[in-house]
């Protein structure tokens, strides 16, 4: 008898607590108001989560709760992760850290292989790739003054080879694969070409140099070259005159010619210059190359240039 009485009353705690929790959410009977509120354009009307009163649906970033759902047609659900009490959350999107690539699926940190040349990993919804072929840069030795990556029949990556200074291979057989030599029209192999970024000009005003490492020429084969620029004249011209108006582009107002050594250039051209910006470095952001005519005591010669196209402040 004492043990039945004793189960009685915990079936009455129970209903009693759970009561109380569901008396804290849901309030019956339902108070609605008459009117349906009125939802911004492309948000629905739903029904509370206590199933009493229509209400518009939250979205994206707004705070959330057992009451106040989140809009499930745009594939939101309440997100509880932040919340200090388990009760009050955030409307985000219904998210697994899934990637789709090419039509497959992968799973978050799941690793697969695109092509044999790279090593891919799903991570939080992003794809992060790295190359399973050698990215080193073979400079040209007194050993190999002219070397150059080629494609092996049957391998993935392509190797370095050496040439003679003549433009042939130095050696015929490269890993079992036979390349036959003689020029670069009958060779059974391209080259892609590769060039470093332009390093920053030698001087802040007046005239100078640049230099980058590419096999962009006719030999494919990599050497350093270098350009002519200006990033600014120097002089009073191009002084900083105390205005707080920041310029980071300064256009010429007449036509100029340009200056090297003992050499002029033959046209004249309107140019950009970077200008200052109170205390800030105004530095070239976009360039462009041109192939500039000089006259010079000596005669005329062709030089490469670079022509600012913006520049940046920082």
């Excluded at 009490?85 to 799941?110: A, F, H, L, P």
Aim: glycine share 8%.
């Amino acid at each position: 008898m004492k043990f039945r009485l004793e189960n009685k009353c915990l079936l009455v705690y129970v209903f009693c607590y759970l009561t109380q929790i569901y008396a804290q959410v849901c309030r019956t009977p339902c108070s609605c108001p008459w009117v349906p509120p009125r939802c911004p354009p492309g948000v629905p009307l739903i029904m509370d989560g206590c199933g009493c009163c229509r209400i518009c649906a939250r979205r994206l970033g707004e705070a959330c709760n057992h009451i106040y759902l989140c809009d499930q047609s745009q594939g939101l659900l309440c997100d509880l992760s932040t919340s200090a009490n388990g009760r009050e959350g955030t409307c985000n999107y219904n998210y697994d850290g899934s990637c789709e690539i090419d039509g497959k699926v992968y799973k978050d940190g799941e690793t697969f292989e695109p092509s044999c040349k790279f090593q891919c990993q799903c991570q939080d919804g992003g794809v992060i790739c790295t190359p399973l072929c050698s990215e080193d840069i073979q400079l040209p030795t007194p050993e190999c003054p002219s070397p150059r990556r080629i494609e092996i029949p049957g391998k993935c990556c392509q190797e370095w080879i050496c040439e003679d200074q003549r433009g042939q291979l130095a050696d015929n057989h490269i890993n079992g694969a036979i390349v036959p030599n003689g020029s670069p029209h009958n060779r059974p192999f391209l080259c892609p070409e590769w060039s470093t970024e332009w390093g920053a000009c030698s001087t802040s005003c007046g005239m100078g140099f640049s230099l980058r490492v590419s096999n962009k020429n006719p030999h494919c084969r990599l050497e350093t070259q270098s350009r002519l620029c200006m990033v600014r004249p120097c002089g009073q011209i191009m002084s900083n005159p105390g205005r707080a108006v920041c310029t980071p582009n300064v256009v010429t107002p007449h036509p100029i010619r340009f200056e090297f050594q003992d050499c002029v250039s033959v046209k004249t051209f309107v140019v950009v210059f970077c200008g200052f910006c109170g205390r800030r470095r105004c530095l070239p952001h976009q360039t462009s190359n041109e192939q500039v005519d000089f006259r010079c005591r000596s005669g005329h010669t062709k030089k490469s240039m670079m022509f600012i196209i913006s520049c940046v402040c920082y």
